[in-house]
């Protein structure tokens, strides 16, 4: 049986005062409380935002999950903030 494992969701970048902030929520396996994570820097454009945030995110999980990080690109059903988002 497969143990369940983290993930994480990237929020949409916030504008503000001429730059962008972001932040990503760690989803536990079930039964725990979520939790939102800021990145705690500011970034000159929305893709950069959230390409860092997904770095860092990736990271995070895989620390958590025993593993280590992959650095995958979102499949078609993770597409940024699509349908189905994870990103």
Known sequence: MEQ?????????PVHENGAWRIGYTLVPPAGAAEE???VDERFPS???AIEEATRLAQIHVADLNGDTAAFE???EDEVPFGKNPRF
Do not use: G, S, V, Y
């Open 46 to 48: 929305a893709q950069i």
């Open 36 to 38: 939102r994570i800021a």
């Open 73 to 75: 690109k979102p499949t």
């Open 4 to 12: 369940a494992k983290w993930d994480f969701q990237i929020e949409h």
